[in-house]
Every structure is written in C-alpha cells, then in structure tokens.
Nanobody, 122 residues
Framework: VQLQASGGGLVQAGGSLRLSCAAFGRAIGTYAMGWFRQAPGKDREFVTGVDWSGISTYTSEFMRGRFTITRDNAKNTVYLQMNSLKPKDTAVYYC????????????????WGQGTQVTVSS
C-alpha cells in the first residue's frame, strides 16, 4: 500500500499548482484523504482533508478560499488545487489517509505518502 504525491514545483507568488496523490495497492473509496505540509524548521501542519464519502471537507483557516481538495475514487487519486500561492506556502506537501475518517485528521493519519516540494518565489 502506497500513496504517491506529485505535481510540486517552483511557482511565482500569485500562481497556481495542482498536486496529485495516487494510491497504489488499495482503493481509496473507504478512506478519508488529506494533505499536510511541512516548511523548513516547522512542524508538519494540516492543510485540508475530505471524508471517505467525499461529502465533507475541512481546510485550515490559513488556506481556506485558496486551497481545494477533491477526490476521484475511479482514478484512486486525490487532488489539491492551490491558487493565489504565497511564499509562506513553500513547504513539502504530504498526502495521507485514514480508514473511514471524517477528513478532519484530528488524530494522526494511518498512512502517509512521500512528500512533494512546493516552492513559491516572491
């Protein structure tokens, strides 16, 4: 079972990126999926999550209105659309999953993917 994140890169402030997280080895249909990030010298923080049904989403207040999570169970993939990027959004972004989770990820995820670097230049 593996979560593989991709789509990171270098973007100018104000730009957009879309990250993808593909699951291999199991279907994501019964798993809450989420995104976290970790900036240099800082703790890993919750960004956004979607519950296993795809109905409920949770987004950190600091990214609300700019970041959107969606899931495509048919493709076994979850996406993070990031708009109006700021230099402080620079971090390694990780996807994660939790069996039948709410998407709020108040407890540590059951599975982490590897990270993808996002760098926002000013």
């Amino acid at each position: 079972v593996q979560l593989q994140a991709s789509g990171g890169g270098l973007v100018q402030a104000g730009g957009s990126l879309r990250l993808s997280c593909a699951a291999f080895g199991r279907a994501i249909g019964t798993y809450a999926m989420g995104w976290f990030r970790q900036a240099p010298g800082k703790d890993r923080e919750f960004v956004t999550g979607v519950d296993w049904s795809g109905i409920s989403t949770y987004t950190s207040e600091f990214m609300r209105g700019r970041f959107t999570i969606t899931r495509d169970n048919a493709k076994n993939t979850v996406y993070l659309q990031m708009n109006s990027l700021k230099p402080k959004d620079t971090a390694v972004y990780y996807c994660a999953s939790e069996f039948r989770g709410s998407g709020s990820f108040r407890s540590p995820p059951g599975l982490w993917g590897q990270g993808t670097q996002v760098t926002v230049s000013s």
